[in-house]
């Protein structure tokens, strides 16, 4: 009897291991229809732009005035433009994702690169790329806690932040021909 217990024992074991060892199936390929141009102006643009207007110093003919979220609907939509602009990287930098559709071109070739080109310095040092992207999204978790604890000079020094991490970028990939940009960036 305690030979068939030692056996079933071993036999279990044998089981549980041989289960354990075994390979899972990989899990499905994502898609990446989108390219970088297309979640630069579906998501990160238009969710910056609406950061860089919810909180300003508004100088006119009435003197200055600051703007700043209010409502709970308010602080809540800024939420969830910072979320969209802390989960953007991550699209940016998805393995395999083109800089842009085969048909596009520069808009002006003086100063900005071809699409080619800009897909060609991204695969040349990918991890270049991918440390701007995460300077982007480190500036939008700021944002981010900013927003959850509502304190809007905090939001706005994260908006500095991400405007910086955005234009650092736009610099070296996009638009690096551009004198007054360069100079700009060097002053600041």
Known sequence: MASISRGLLIAAALVVGSACGKARPAAPAL?????????????????????????AMVADEHGVSEKAPRTDEEWMEVRRRTIQLVEAPNLLVM??????????????PDIELQPAQIQALIDADPATFLDRARTLQDAAMMALKASDARNKDALFGALERIDKACESCHLHYWYPNDKRAQEAARQQ
Not at 41 to 53: C, M, Q, R, T
Not at 95 to 108: I, M, T
Request: glycine share 2%; aromatic share 6%; hydrophobic share 45%.
């Open 95 to 108: 393995k395999g994702r083109k800089v842009a559709a085969a048909e596009d071109a520069s808009k002006n």
């Open 31 to 55: 898609l990446s229809a989108a390219t970088v141009k297309d979640i630069m102006d579906s998501i990160v643009d238009p969710s910056a732009e609406f950061l860089f207007d919810s909180v």
